[in-house]
């Protein structure tokens, strides 16, 4: 009964997803729901398959955009909020323009890059690195900003450093909130990087959905819309057991 029960628990996402998916393809089969409307979720997968040389030329150029933009914009936004953290002066001087950049809509910038850098991959690199920028930099912040004032005291009555403090208390302090920063900015930097694209870009993810759905082509569209849910879903839950895995061995 226990394996069971793990068994049973490893296999709930795919359980699910075999039901969702399958009531998808019974409401439409059944109700003979207009393909405009809800395209066949089997159609949509084969669809991959047959066409896969065509939809890797898009969905690569998105994963090359992500896997740049949002490793860059992550390192920088957790790097300035430790920063922050330690020197209140950086803080005062920087924080207020930091914000203003948080509550910018990203993708009121993508005309202008597009003007200074022309269409290509570069524009939706930005986008993303700037989107995921802002989610892991906030909640960094927030948990060193958060830090047990005892834990402090504790360190100082010890005599330790600023340096000790920092990699001693601080980094570990921090780390849950770094995590749920770099999970946020899964979600916001892929939705730079398929904004950006649907803007200014001739190719990507982005591009070709909002090419498709000009014309109607929705099992198509919805094909490559599934590819992103399954990646951003991927990337999410590896971060997840990255944090697991880290958080235990402190």
């Given at each position: 009964m226990k394996y069971a029960k793990k068994i049973l628990s490893a296999l709930s996402p795919f359980i699910t997803f075999v039901i969702l998916f399958g009531l998808m393809e019974f409401a439409v089969r059944f109700f003979k729901i207009p393909v405009y409307i809800l395209p066949s979720p089997i159609d949509s997968f084969k669809y991959i398959f047959t066409d896969f040389d065509e939809i890797k030329i898009h969905v690569f150029k998105t994963l090359k955009s992500f896997l740049?933009?949002?490793?860059?914009?992550?390192?920088?936004?957790?790097?300035?909020?430790?920063?922050?953290?330690?020197?209140?002066?950086?803080?005062?001087?920087?924080?207020?323009?930091?914000?203003?950049?948080?509550?910018?809509?990203?993708?009121?910038?993508?005309?202008?890059?597009?003007?200074?850098?022309?269409?290509?991959?570069?524009?939706?690199?930005?986008?993303?690195?700037?989107?995921?920028?802002?989610?892991?930099?906030?909640?960094?912040?927030?948990?060193?900003?958060?830090?047990?004032?005892?834990?402090?005291?504790?360190?100082?009555?010890?005599?330790?450093?600023?340096?000790?403090?920092?990699?001693?208390?601080?980094?570990?302090?921090?780390?849950?909130?770094?995590?749920?920063?770099?999970?946020?900015?899964?979600?916001?930097?892929?939705?730079?990087?398929?904004?950006?694209?649907?803007?200014?870009?001739?190719?990507?993810?982005?591009?070709?959905?909002r090419l498709l759905s000009t014309v109607y082509k929705m099992k198509e569209m919805f094909a490559y819309v599934y590819l992103l849910m399954a990646f951003g879903f991927i990337i999410y839950d590896l971060i997840s057991l990255l944090e697991s895995k880290v958080i235990k061995s402190i």
């Open positions: 740049v933009g949002y490793p860059v914009g992550s390192l920088i936004g957790i790097s300035l909020a430790l920063l922050f953290s330690v020197s209140r002066t950086v803080n005062k001087a920087v924080a207020p323009y930091l914000t203003i950049l948080y509550c910018t809509p990203m993708l009121m910038l993508v005309p202008l890059l597009k003007i200074w850098l022309g269409y290509g991959a570069a524009v939706a690199t930005i986008v993303c690195s700037l989107s995921c920028f802002s989610s892991t930099m906030t909640q960094t912040l927030t948990g060193a900003v958060s830090i047990p004032h005892e834990r402090v005291e504790l360190i100082e009555s010890l005599k330790g450093s600023k340096i000790q403090q920092f990699f001693l208390i601080t980094i570990p302090s921090v780390l849950p909130s770094i995590f749920t920063g770099l999970r946020l900015g899964t979600i916001t930097a892929l939705a730079g990087v398929i904004g950006a694209e649907m803007i200014g870009d001739t190719q990507g993810t982005g591009f070709i959905i």
